[in-house]
């Protein structure tokens, strides 16, 4: 089945540490994203790859970093410079970057503060 | 700055109502608007999607709108289920770059 993986689906974090959440897609997609997402707000991105080794900043980069090495993978990284990390984060992709294209999203990590 | 909001916040229905929610956005220049669906703890699903050119798209008890020169949406669910109990979230895709504008979301509850 072709889909969009995202791991750990719940991930603690302590103080002062660094955590890399997983996003997997065999959907061969060239675009992913990921957004973050608080209790009664709509998305908002992070970053976003339009493709392999490339990307750009979103709306709330501050305290987050990615990768893009592979095209099924964009690893998202929540460094200790993120104060407020508690938060449900969403990855997604699309065909690419081109307008119009509908966005297929992953099931989500949520994010705890220990 | 684009900006989307949604109204009402949360909507609580018998079932079998038929029902309107609502999406607004500040600029007119869309390229498309994207209607989704995301249950408790889970991603989002695409439900339908409205190009610009377009009024209107239908998908089975789903209805949505889109009026861009007044920059309104609306999502009609008709002869509603229980199971439509979820959150619906609008978004739109500006004319230039790749990236959607969210709104906050509507979280419907349908009774049986």
């Known amino acids: 089945d072709g889909g969009i993986t995202q791991s750990p689906k719940y991930l603690f974090r302590k103080e002062g540490q660094n955590v890399t959440l997983s996003c997997e897609q065999n959907l061969n997609h060239d675009a992913m994203y990921w957004y973050r997402q608080d209790p009664g707000q709509g998305l908002r991105l992070i970053y976003y790859?339009?493709?392999?080794?490339?990307?750009q900043k979103g709306d709330i980069a501050e305290g987050y970093s990615v990768s893009r090495e592979k095209k099924e993978s964009f690893p998202l990284t929540v460094t200790s410079a993120q104060k407020n990390p508690t938060a449900f984060y969403l990855c997604?992709?699309?065909?690419?970057?081109?307008?119009?294209?509908?966005?297929?999203f992953g099931p989500g990590t949520r994010l705890l503060v220990l | 700055k684009q900006e989307v909001t949604q109204i009402p916040a949360a909507l609580s229905v018998p079932e079998g109502e038929n029902l309107v929610l609502n999406c607004s956005f500040t600029d007119s220049a869309i390229y498309n608007l994207q209607w989704f669906r995301q249950d408790p703890g889970k991603g989002l699903t695409s439900l339908l999607l409205i190009q610009s050119s377009q009024r209107e798209q239908t998908s089975g008890r789903l209805n949505a709108s889109l009026d861009k020169s007044s920059g309104r949406s609306t999502l009609y669910i008709a002869a509603s289920q229980p199971g439509d109990s979820a959150t619906y979230l609008c978004a739109v895709k500006e004319t230039s770059g790749s990236r959607l504008t969210f709104g906050e979301g509507t979280q419907l509850t349908v009774n049986p």
């Open positions: 790859s339009q493709i392999v080794n490339d990307f």
């Open positions: 997604a992709s699309s065909i690419g970057p081109t307008l119009g294209e509908t966005q297929y």
